[in-house]
C-alpha cells in the first residue's frame, strides 16, 4: 500500500507565479521528508528537506511546509522558473529504518514562459 | 566524483530473457539501493543493502527478482526470466552512513528496460 501519496499526476502553472505541490502521508512513524526534483533521462536529484520537529524549511525560492496533524506536506516555489519544468517527488523516511526512503507518484510541474 | 554510475542506459530484451542491470555506487557510500519507476507506482523501493549485506528485499515484486553486492563498489540487479510487466526504468542509490541523522540518497541516471 502506498504510504506517500501525491494525487496530482500533474500542475502548470506560468512563469513568476507560485506552484505548490502537494504530499500526504499515512504513517504516523514518519520524521523526515524529503523533495527531489527529476528531468527527463536522469536520476532524481535532492531538492529539499524537513524534520519532524520544525513545520517550515526555506531554501531560496524554495519552501516545504509540515503539518503533522494532517500528515500533509507542500513545496512552494516562488517566483516559478521555466527551468523548474520537472517531476517532483515527495519522499518520507523513519527512525530505525536505516535511510530507507518511501516515494510518492510524483507531479509533474510544467512552467509556462 | 563521477556520482551513481549504472548500466546500460537502455535495455531491450525479448521475454524470456535475462537482464541483468549493473550500478557502481559513490566511493565510501556504504548504503546501496534498488528502486523501480513506474506510472502507477512512483519509484518503488526494490531492495538495501547496508556494508554489502541486504537489509530488507521485501520490495522485490517475485522470485524472479534477484539483488547482489559482491563489494562495496558494485551491485548487480537480474530479472530472470524476464516478462513485459517489468518494462520499467531502474534505478540505483548509494548514501554514506546515516548516523544520528538521515542522509540524502544520490541516484543514478537509471536504466529504461523494455521487454518485448
Known amino acids: 500500500d502506498q504510504q506517500v501519496k501525491q494525487n496530482s499526476p500533474s500542475l502548470s502553472v506560468q512563469e513568476g507565479r507560485i506552484s505548490i505541490l502537494n504530499c500526504d502521508y499515512t504513517?504516523?512513524?514518519?520524521?523526515?521528508f524529503l523533495w527531489y526534483k527529476k528531468y527527463p533521462a536522469e536520476g532524481p536529484t535532492f531538492l529539499i528537506s524537513i524534520s519532524s520537529i520544525k513545520d517550515k524549511n526555506e531554501d531560496g525560492r524554495f519552501t516545504v511546509f509540515l503539518n503533522k496533524s494532517a500528515k500533509h506536506l507542500s513545496l512552494h516555489i516562488v517566483p516559478s522558473q521555466p527551468g523548474d519544468s520537472a517531476v517532483y517527488f515527495c519522499?518520507?523516511?523513519?527512525?530505525?529504518?536505516?535511510?530507507?526512503?518511501?516515494f510518492g507518484t510524483g507531479t509533474s510541474l510544467t512552467v509556462i514562459p | 566524483d563521477a556520482g551513481v554510475i549504472q548500466s546500460p542506459r537502455h535495455e531491450v530484451t525479448e521475454m524470456g530473457q535475462e537482464v541483468t542491470l549493473r550500478c557502481k555506487p559513490i566511493s565510501g557510500h556504504n548504503s546501496l539501493f534498488w528502486y523501480r519507476q513506474t506510472m502507477m507506482r512512483g519509484l518503488e523501493l526494490l531492495i538495501y543493502f547496508n556494508n554489502n549485506v541486504p537489509i530488507d528485499d521485501s520490495g522485490m515484486p517475485e522470485d524472479r527478482f534477484s539483488a547482489k553486492m559482491p563489494n562495496a563498489s558494485f551491485s548487480t540487479l537480474k530479472i530472470q526470466p524476464s516478462e513485459p510487466r517489468d518494462s520499467a526504468v531502474y534505478f540505483c542509490?548509494?548514501?554514506?552512513?546515516?548516523?544520528?541523522?538521515?542522509?540524502?540518497?544520490?541516484f543514478g541516471p537509471g536504466t529504461r528496460l523494455t521487454v518485448l
Open positions: 504513517n504516523s512513524m514518519f520524521d523526515y
Open positions: 519522499a518520507a523516511s523513519a527512525s530505525g529504518t536505516g535511510n530507507q526512503f518511501y
Open positions: 542509490a548509494s548514501s554514506s552512513p546515516a548516523g544520528f541523522s538521515y542522509n540524502e540518497q544520490f
